[in-house]
C-alpha cells in the first residue's frame, strides 16, 4: 500500500484517475463541492462512460476509494491532484473561479512536505502566479515548504486505444524535487511519463495540442464546404488524402467542435496573448469557422426543403461527440437554435442524453419532413427514419 493521496473534482479527469491510482495500491480520497455527486458516486454510480460502476463500488466497498466534500481530508493526504473545471465565463473569458475556490480551501489544510500537482488546463504562469500565491496565503507556509506540479490532463473519453496507462503524462514541477516527485507517483500507474523544463513549458503544450484540433477541425469544414458546392465527398478526399504515410493527419467534417476542451482552451492561450500584445489570427478564424457551422447546416437544410417555416425537424444526436452524453459546448445547441429561427418545427432525438434544455428525446421515426445527423452515435439506427431525406453533417454530399 501506498501513501494517501487527495484528488479533488470527480468529474470526467478526477474520477477516472482516482480510480487508476487506487488501483495502483494508493488510498484516494476523493472529493468534490456536488454533494449530489458524492452521494451518487457513493452509490457506485459513476455517470460517466468510461468509468465502470462495478469497479468504483469495489474501491468504495473496500474503502480504497472514500468520497467527500470536505476538504479537512487533505491534511491527511501526501499528494494532492487538482481536477477541477476551467470554463469560460459570460464574456468568453477565462474563468478560473473553480480553481480558486479549490486551492483556497485546500490551502488550509496543506502540510509542509506535500505535492500539489495542477492537472486543469491553464494559461502559461496559472502554476506559478496564480496558483501557488492562493496556497501561501492560506496555509501560511512558503512556496519552500511544500511542492508544486502541473501535469495536463489528457485523457479522450470512450478513446478504446488510448487510455490513462498508455497515453503519455507530461509533467514539470516547481523544482527538481517536485517533478521528481510527481514522476514518481504517475510512473505507478503510467507507462510513460515525461519531464519537461518548466510549468509554463508544460502548460503551453496543453493549449498547443487542443488549439492543433480546433484550427484543424475548422480547417477541415471548410474544405468540406467547398467539396460540398464541387459534388466531392469530403470523406473520400480524406480518406485518399490520408493514404500518405507522412506530413498528413486526417480530420473529419462536422457541424462544429464542442466539449469542455476545444472550444476553450483555445480562448484560454488567446487571452494569455491578448494581454502580451500578441495576435492570434489563426486561433480568431477557427473560433469563427467553428462558430458558423451550425448556420451553414441551417442553409443546407433550406437547399433541401426549400422555407423551413413549419417543416418538421429531426435533429439526431445532441452531445458534443458521438456516443457520449456530454452536451456541455455542444455546437447542436445554436443549430436547433438557427433552425427555429427559420420557424422550423424542430424536435430531436438522443437516447444517451435523454432530457435537454427542458425537452426531451423524441423515437426516431419518419413523422419528420427532415432529418439532420449531427451527432453520429453507434447505437442510432438510420432505418427508423423511412425514406425522409438526412443531412448527413459528417458528409460533403
Ligand atoms: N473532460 C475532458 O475530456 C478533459 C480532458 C483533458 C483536460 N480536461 C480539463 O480538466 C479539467 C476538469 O475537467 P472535467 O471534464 O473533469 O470537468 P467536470 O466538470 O467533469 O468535473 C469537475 C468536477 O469538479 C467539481 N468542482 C468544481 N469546483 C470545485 C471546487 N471548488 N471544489 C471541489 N470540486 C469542485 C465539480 O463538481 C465536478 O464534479 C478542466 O480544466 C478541463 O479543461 C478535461
Not at 495536463?152 to 470512450?158: F, G, H, N, S
Not at 514522476?183 to 510549468?199: E, G, R
Request: hydrophobic share 40%.
Amino acid at each position: 500500500m501506498f501513501s494517501k493521496i487527495s484528488v479533488i473534482g470527480q468529474g470526467y479527469v478526477g474520477l477516472p484517475l482516482a480510480l487508476a491510482a487506487c488501483e495502483a495500491g494508493y488510498s484516494v480520497i476523493g472529493i468534490d463541492n456536488n454533494q449530489n455527486k458524492i452521494d451518487k458516486l457513493k452509490g457506485g454510480r459513476s455517470g460517466i462512460e468510461d468509468v465502470n460502476d462495478e469497479k468504483l463500488s469495489k474501491y468504495v466497498r473496500n474503502g480504497e476509494f472514500k468520497l467527500t466534500s470536505e476538504f479537512i481530508e487533505v491534511s491527511s493526504s501526501s499528494i494532492v491532484l487538482i481536477c477541477v473545471p476551467t470554463p469560460l465565463d459570460d464574456k468568453h473569458s477565462p474563468d478560473l473561479r473553480a480553481l480558486e475556490s479549490a486551492a483556497s480551501d485546500l490551502s488550509k489544510h496543506l502540510t509542509e512536505g506535500s505535492l500539489v500537482i495542477l492537472e486543469s488546463t491553464v494559461e502559461p504562469g496559472t502554476t506559478r502566479d496564480f496558483l501557488i500565491p492562493i496556497l501561501e496565503r492560506g496555509s501560511g507556509l512558503s512556496k519552500e515548504n511544500f511542492h508544486v506540479a502541473f501535469s495536463p490532463e489528457r485523457i479522450d473519453p470512450l478513446n478504446k486505444n488510448w487510455n490513462i496507462k498508455n497515453t503519455p503524462k507530461i509533467v514539470a514541477g516547481l523544482t527538481e524535487k517536485s517533478t521528481a516527485m510527481a514522476i514518481n507517483f504517475y510512473s505507478k500507474f503510467i507507462d510513460t511519463v515525461i519531464p519537461v523544463d518548466s510549468l509554463e513549458v508544460a502548460e503551453t503544450a496543453k493549449l498547443l495540442e487542443n488549439t492543433f484540433r480546433l484550427v484543424n477541425i475548422s480547417f477541415i469544414n471548410e474544405i468540406s464546404n467547398f467539396c460540398h458546392r464541387l459534388g466531392i465527398d469530403i470523406n473520400d478526399v480524406i480518406n485518399a488524402a490520408a493514404t500518405k504515410p507522412y506530413g498528413f493527419m486526417p480530420f473529419y467534417p462536422s457541424v462544429g467542435v464542442g466539449g469542455h476542451c476545444i472550444p476553450v482552451d483555445p480562448v484560454y492561450l488567446a487571452n494569455k496573448a491578448d494581454q502580451i500584445g500578441i495576435e492570434t489570427r489563426f486561433i480568431d478564424l477557427a473560433v469563427q469557422i467553428n462558430k458558423e457551422m451550425p448556420r451553414y447546416f441551417v442553409g443546407r437544410a433550406e437547399e433541401k426543403l426549400g422555407s423551413l417555416k413549419e417543416k418538421k425537424v429531426l435533429v439526431v444526436g445532441v452531445s458534443y461527440k458521438p456516443n457520449v452524453a456530454d452536451v456541455r459546448e455542444t455546437p447542436v445547441e445554436e443549430l436547433i437554435n438557427g433552425l427555429v429561427k427559420k420557424g422550423a418545427d424542430v424536435s430531436w432525438h438522443d437516447d444517451l442524453v435523454k432530457e435537454w434544455n427542458g425537452k426531451k428525446s423524441v423515437a426516431l421515426s419518419n413523422n419528420f419532413d427532415l432529418a439532420i445527423l449531427a451527432t453520429p452515435h453507434h447505437y442510432i439506427d438510420l432505418s427508423k427514419l423511412g425514406s425522409i431525406p438526412i443531412l448527413d453533417t459528417r458528409s460533403s454530399i
